[in-house]
């Protein structure tokens, strides 16, 4: 009875303060009312789970009604398979519900017919090539989004389960991908979201292989496609994908709260997939040690020290962010030089040469 007495004070007040205002005041408090309504089932919408191949298209070819500190990231990483090919090609676009600095761009974050937003492709096919980089505008349709300024383009198109890439930089062809769900993985596909309040993430990753062209070269591989929705700030993180040779890959992720010396592991988690086998395995008991700056190694060990990788970088590129704070985002690639799995059914010398991407993020930023 308490909380309808309220809510009915609230009605009222609202009811005679609009009474009082002009036409066009009540115009512009009812759009300011719908904004606001817009926005909250947006996040609604966020929160839900999500499961079904039919619900993959409407997220990813979509613009989400961001609130306040919201952001969405298209992100796409290719590695080849094949035999001691270091070659990767990295993709990014995304925009905000604000103005941000990304790499020192100020990156306007406007809405008209699409949106204003950052796009970068870089790739190492021998040495480092940086391909794009700055703003674009974002567009989409039910089956395709492209990121794009005057002379350059990303273009991704498609339905679930075939998708193609198309890369452009002052109208040359750079890239041109045939994107496709691998025949025996069972999850080729995963949602996920977590919320607290006001605040948190929602994404879908895919994780498919593909074929095609890279810098007039044929390039075939394993990819991972992701589209996420942040609400709230950037955290910093570890995440690590190395795919192998024989098409089996190990992925880890690890997002952390740091003030000062004080460190808490969010979540830390590795995972083995036997691609021979179309079987996965889950290991607890992360442990990620850096060593170095300017070509950092790593060891990556799990399940007490039975898993164990060490993992040397070749190439990588740094992204900062800045609004409210200070956000260092940075790409390594890397390769796999010793590998050791114990306990376990899986042979680790029939997976021949790893190579992938390990990122480190660190620092806030809203």
Same mark, same amino acid.
């Given at each position: 009875?308490?909380?309808?007495?309220?809510?009915?004070?609230?009605?009222?007040?609202?009811?005679?303060?609009?009474?009082?205002?002009?036409?066009?005041?009540?115009?512009?408090?009812?759009?300011?009312?719908?904004?606001?309504?817009?926005?909250?089932?947006?996040?609604?919408?966020?929160?839900?789970?999500?499961?079904?191949?039919?619900?993959?298209?409407?997220?990813?070819?979509?613009?989400?009604? =961001?609130?306040?500190?919201?952001?969405? &990231?298209?992100?796409?990483?290719? %590695?080849?398979?094949?035999?001691?090919?270091?070659?990767?090609?990295?993709?990014?676009?995304?925009?905000?519900?604000?103005?941000?600095?990304?790499?020192?761009?100020?990156?306007?974050?406007?809405?008209?017919?699409?949106?204003?937003?950052?796009?970068?492709?870089?790739?190492?096919?021998?040495?480092? !090539?940086?391909?794009?980089?700055?703003?674009?505008?974002?567009?989409?349709?039910?089956?395709?989004?492209? %990121?794009?300024?005057?002379?350059?383009?990303? #273009?991704?198109?498609?339905?679930?389960?075939?998708?193609?890439? !198309?890369?452009?930089?002052?109208?040359?062809?750079? %890239?041109?991908?045939?994107?496709?769900?691998?025949?025996?993985?069972?999850?080729?596909?995963?949602? @996920?979201?977590?919320?607290?309040?006001?605040?948190?993430? %929602?994404?879908?990753?895919? #994780?498919?292989?593909?074929?095609?062209?890279?810098?007039?070269?044929?390039?075939?591989?394993?990819?991972?496609?992701?589209?996420?929705?942040?609400?709230?700030?950037?955290?910093?993180?570890?995440?690590?994908?190395?795919?192998?040779?024989?098409?089996?890959?190990?992925? &880890?992720?690890?997002?952390?709260?740091?003030?000062?010396?004080?460190?808490?592991?969010?979540?830390?988690?590795?995972?083995?997939?036997?691609?021979?086998?179309?079987?996965?395995?889950?290991?607890?008991?992360?442990?990620?040690?850096?060593?170095?700056?300017?070509?950092?190694?790593?060891?990556?060990?799990?399940?007490?020290?039975?898993?164990?990788?060490?993992?040397?970088?070749?190439?990588?590129?740094?992204?900062?962010?800045?609004?409210?704070? @200070?956000?260092?985002?940075?790409? #390594?690639?890397?390769?796999?030089?010793?590998?050791?799995?114990?306990?376990?059914?899986?042979?680790?010398?029939? =997976?021949?040469?790893?190579?992938?991407?390990?990122?480190?993020?660190?620092? #806030?930023?809203?």
């Amino acid at each position: 009875m308490v909380i309808k007495k309220i809510t009915d004070d609230v009605v009222n007040t609202l009811n005679k303060y609009t009474q009082s205002l002009s036409s066009i005041e009540k115009k512009h408090f009812k759009e300011k009312i719908e904004q606001i309504n817009s926005k909250y089932k947006s996040l609604i919408e966020l929160k839900k789970t999500k499961n079904s191949t039919q619900e993959i298209d409407p997220m990813f070819f979509c613009f989400e009604d =961001l609130p306040p500190t919201g952001k969405e &990231y298209w992100f796409m990483k290719f %590695a080849s398979t094949e035999p001691e090919d270091k070659r990767q090609l990295l993709v990014m676009f995304g925009d905000s519900s604000e103005t941000i600095k990304i790499n020192k761009k100020k990156v306007r974050c406007k809405r008209h017919n699409g949106r204003n937003g950052y796009m970068t492709v870089w790739c190492y096919d021998d040495k480092k !090539n940086l391909i794009l980089d700055g703003e674009s505008l974002i567009t989409t349709n039910p089956d395709n989004i492209m %990121a794009s300024n005057k002379h350059d383009k990303i #273009y991704y198109k498609g339905m679930f389960p075939n998708y193609s890439l !198309n890369i452009s930089k002052k109208k040359k062809e750079i %890239a041109n991908l045939k994107i496709i769900k691998p025949e025996y993985n069972s999850e080729s596909f995963e949602f @996920s979201s977590y919320f607290k309040s006001f605040a948190g993430f %929602a994404l879908i990753n895919l #994780y498919f292989d593909f074929t095609g062209i890279l810098n007039g070269e044929k390039f075939t591989g394993k990819c991972y496609v992701q589209k996420v929705i942040v609400v709230g700030p950037f955290v910093p993180w570890y995440w690590g994908r190395i795919v192998f040779s024989n098409g089996s890959i190990i992925s &880890y992720y690890e997002p952390r709260i740091e003030i000062s010396v004080f460190t808490h592991k969010l979540s830390s988690e590795l995972t083995f997939y036997d691609n021979t086998k179309d079987k996965k395995y889950i290991f607890k008991d992360l442990n990620i040690k850096k060593f170095g700056k300017k070509n950092p190694r790593w060891i990556i060990t799990a399940n007490k020290g039975k898993v164990f990788i060490s993992l040397k970088s070749y190439s990588s590129h740094k992204f900062v962010f800045e609004k409210i704070g @200070s956000f260092t985002y940075i790409e #390594y690639l890397s390769e796999v030089t010793d590998i050791s799995i114990e306990d376990c059914d899986i042979d680790t010398s029939k =997976l021949c040469s790893g190579f992938g991407l390990i990122e480190d993020a660190n620092g #806030y930023v809203l």
